[in-house]
């Protein structure tokens, strides 16, 4: 394409050391609950129970924190795009909160580890990369791995996601728990049950167009840097 | 002379042509069909800089100042489908959609609904929506006048993808069984107001077709003629989509029904984006567009 690259943004010092301080904060806690999951698995073995106990208050936390970065890509301290950003982490609070904690059903299976494991490690990942990226500082084997773990990480992440999302239908059959049902006087429905359904048919068009894109930033950030 | 033709995507020499200054663009649409096959003219639009406006295939090679060894981008629209087709499905879709959902299939409602009690205002509901897109189909088999004979097939499969899920999802809603219809005289207001409206879109409709002469591609400014509901150009340039947008909120107050007032929304979204760029087509190509006019909402938008 031959047009012209964007003038590199310049970032305030509050908004700077803001951006810092934020991923820096994100950084330790997803570090934390890398620690307790490993930690799990090194003294339960491959057993899922009992892995969301150890990890639940942190997981709250640090992923609902998340929702700060739409604020950010929407004031613009960072270069990414609001519905991408808004579509990422709506996605996970989705997971999060009306699947993960309000179904526990959804703890004791097997998507559960394997969405954590793609969580944890991208965004212990992620966030040191950018607290690098704001200091200059990024050494080329980060770089390597943040655009080379997501070809295993992304497939494994959406596999626990589906499952996880599976698992909390009956729930959602069951109780039509925010649900709207019929007769109302605005003659609206909204069927929970089948909004987790259309979530999950989004996976369809939604994952490999993401995961193709994550595919030519990874041809173009790691090919530019053999250029240098 | 020789003409070099560029690709807008990369600006890759695609060929160079042969050709007099008397040649149409339409003339060397054909020559570029015979080099490369999947090219069919429907498909190209050439332009003098890549990101630059399609050019009328009607122009002349001189008429546009090309001489020897000039360049002409050539953009590649992607597979075409011809209008007829896109009416079709884009609007028989819905209309046969919806009336199948108001015999209440079992399908949707089980086995019961079809023989339980429906209010008045469901019927009428359906004969709205059954009118609405039949003149839609009409119009464009026998009213418009296209500035482009087909559209890109990627557009289909969304654009249809829209129409018909959001037919089932508002006829879902009006034609079920627990369906609540509002007191009878917000719908009656309510439907006079979309009967109006649904004259009106088609009088613009109408306008429009007589201001562009059978075969010819020409814009001129459209203004109100002797049908009082052309007034309505005097406040805005595209008062269609105005009178469009009036019978789907007339619709939604008349079934008093969310899911319409959704769609009502979602078509009022798009029409605004359209009617904001033929807005500002307007004033760019012609130096006197009258200055009082909005896009879309009169005063306001």
Redesign the interface.
């Known amino acids: 394409m031959s047009t012209p690259k964007k003038a590199p943004r310049v970032l305030s010092l509050p908004a700077k050391a803001y951006l810092v301080l934020y991923n820096v904060i994100q950084f330790l806690g997803w570090s934390f609950i890398l620690y307790k999951m490993v930690d799990h698995f090194t003294n339960k073995g491959l057993n899922v129970t009992g892995l969301w106990e150890q990890v639940e208050i942190p997981l709250l936390i640090f992923q609902s924190a998340a929702v700060f970065e739409i604020v950010h890509s929407a004031t613009g301290i960072i270069p990414s795009n609001v519905g991408i950003t808004f579509a990422q982490v709506f996605s996970r609070v989705f997971l999060l909160w009306p699947i993960l904690y309000y179904v526990t059903e959804t703890r004791d299976q097997f998507g559960f580890p394997l969405l954590l494991i793609a969580w944890t490690v991208t965004e212990v990942l992620r966030y040191l990369y950018y607290i690098l990226n704001l200091l200059s500082a990024v050494p080329a084997i980060l770089q390597w791995c943040r655009y080379s773990f997501f070809i295993i990480l992304y497939p494994i992440g959406i596999t626990g996601e589906l499952i996880s999302c599976y698992c909390a239908l009956p729930y959602y059959s069951i109780t039509q728990e925010f649900s709207v049902l019929l007769p109302n006087k605005w003659n609206f429905t909204f069927n929970f049950y089948y909004y987790i359904v259309l979530v999950m048919l989004a996976y369809i068009p939604v994952f490999p167009q993401l995961y193709g894109h994550m595919f030519l930033q990874r041809k173009k950030i790691l090919s530019n840097k053999k250029q240098d | 002379m020789e003409i070099g033709i560029l690709s807008t995507s990369?600006?890759k020499q695609l060929a160079t042509l042969t050709v007099d200054p008397n040649s149409t663009l339409k003339e060397l649409k054909t020559q570029i069909h015979r080099l490369k096959s999947h090219l069919y003219p429907d498909r190209q639009e050439f332009r003098q800089e890549?990101r630059g406006k399609g050019l009328d295939e009607s122009k002349t090679v001189a008429a546009l100042g090309l001489k020897d060894k000039s360049k002409l981008y050539l953009k590649d629209l992607g597979p075409q489908i011809a209008w007829k087709t896109v009416f079709l499905t884009e609007y028989a879709g819905p209309l046969f959609v919806y009336a199948w959902i108001y015999t209440r299939p079992w399908l949707f409602y089980g086995e019961d609904a079809a023989s339980q009690p429906m209010s008045q205002v469901s019927h009428i509901a359906a004969i709205c929506w059954v009118f609405h897109y039949s003149k839609r189909i009409l119009e464009t088999l026998f009213v418009h006048r296209f500035s482009h004979a087909t559209m890109p097939v990627r557009n289909l499969f969304r654009n249809c993808a829209y129409y018909w899920v959001f037919a089932a999802y508002v006829a879902y809603?009006?034609n079920?069984p627990?369906?609540?219809a509002p007191c009878q005289i917000q719908s009656y207001i309510a439907l006079g107001f979309w009967a109006v409206c649904e004259l009106g879109n088609f009088s613009i409709h109408w306008l429009l077709r007589n201001l562009r002469p059978l075969g010819s591609k020409e814009r001129r400014i459209p203004r109100p003629t002797k049908d009082p509901l052309t007034l309505l150009f005097n406040l805005v340039s595209c008062p269609n989509y105005t009178y469009e947008v009036g019978g789907w909120v007339a619709f939604t107050a008349m079934?008093?029904?969310?899911?319409a007032g959704l769609f009502a929304f979602a078509g009022f979204y798009q029409m605004v984006i359209w009617a904001i760029g033929k807005h500002r087509s307007y004033k760019k190509d012609f130096k006197d567009y009258p200055r009082g006019r909005k896009a879309i909402i009169p005063f306001v938008l």
């Open positions: 990369g600006g890549p809603h009006v079920h627990l369906y609540t079934t008093q029904c969310i899911p």
